[in-house]
């Protein structure tokens, strides 16, 4: 029997799905009917025929739990493009004077590291928003080799980045 045609799965599951999905999305900022689309895909990946081990409704609102803490967690890490702290402190100058010796220091930093380093860490960065196959064709390197010269050069900027900057530590206090 089909996961999808099982006519009692459906009735059963469809508007308890409804309600747990419309009382967890605020919290985790998506929007219902994704949250419960992804539980749907989550059954579906399931199989027509595994077990519910706790019972249906049990194991729904756990999926829906789930995938709100999932949806947090990638709230969290995602940022949209086009937002930059100088565009969120617009009218804000010391902020764009920050943010301004901030990139300074930076493109210092990339003007100074070895080898192919300030070439390739100008592609990745040029607002071309290059495919690495442009990038390899433009700096004459294979594609495949990109990926570990691009880390051993962020390493490196890091390192430099480390000396020059103190950072805090977690609790605020510099090194």
Request: aromatic content about 4%; some cysteine; overall charge positive.
């Amino acid at each position: 029997m089909d996961l999808i045609r099982e006519p009692d799965l459906l009735t059963e599951l469809g508007p308890l799905l409804s309600a747990e999905a419309a009382a967890e999305a605020p919290a985790a900022g998506v929007e219902a009917a994704d949250l419960e689309q992804a539980v749907w895909v989550r059954l579906l990946e399931r199989g027509p025929r595994a077990p519910f081990p706790a019972g249906r409704a049990r194991w729904l609102r756990r999926a829906v739990r789930a995938e709100a803490r999932r949806a947090r967690r990638r709230a969290h890490r995602e940022v949209p493009y086009g937002t930059t702290p100088a565009a969120d402190a617009a009218g804000e100058p010391e902020d764009a004077l920050l943010h301004g010796e901030a990139n300074r220091a930076l493109r210092s930093a990339v003007a100074r590291l070895p080898g192919r380093c300030p070439e390739l860490m100008a592609a990745l960065l040029s607002p071309r928003d290059m495919t690495y196959r442009e990038i390899a064709g433009e700096l004459g390197i294979s594609q495949g080799s990109l990926g570990p010269v691009r880390s051993r050069c962020l390493g490196c900027l890091r390192r430099m980045l480390a000396v020059e900057v103190a950072a805090p530590d977690p609790w605020g206090k510099e090194r």
